[in-house]
């Protein structure tokens, strides 16, 4: 069955960066489009940043573009958030997702001073 398992989140203070993964099993991972979204406290979940199966074409909310970059390694199933320059606003739990059904359990990420 497929599984997501996201980790990396953490504390970080405002400016800083945080690098996500999310360890996919249980489907032919270099085939399928990979997502992230995050859900803020009191908030609908939202979609962040998506990559196509070669990692060719990407792309992001208007709110991370020029701060996150979304990355993938097919040899390793892994989808990788690279996030710079984080603001408060980005603080919410961040989910990895497929086939727009499959989703991780979430990585807490908290941007504060």
């Known amino acids: 069955q497929v599984q997501l398992v996201e980790s990396g989140g953490g504390l970080v203070q405002p400016g800083g960066s945080l690098r996500l993964s999310c360890a996919a099993s249980?489907?032919?991972?270099?085939?399928?489009?990979m997502n992230w979204y995050r859900q803020a406290p009191g908030k609908e979940r939202e979609f962040v940043a998506g990559?196509?199966?070669?990692?060719?074409?990407?792309s992001y909310a208007d709110s991370v573009k020029g701060r996150f970059t979304i990355s993938r390694d097919n040899a390793k199933n892994t989808v990788f958030l690279q996030m710079n320059s984080l603001e408060p606003e980005d603080t919410a739990v961040y989910y990895c997702n497929t086939m727009s059904r499959h989703w991780g359990q979430g990585t807490q990420v908290t941007v504060s001073s």
């Open positions: 990559i196509s199966g070669s990692g060719g074409i990407t």
């Open positions: 249980g489907f032919t991972f270099s085939s399928y489009y």
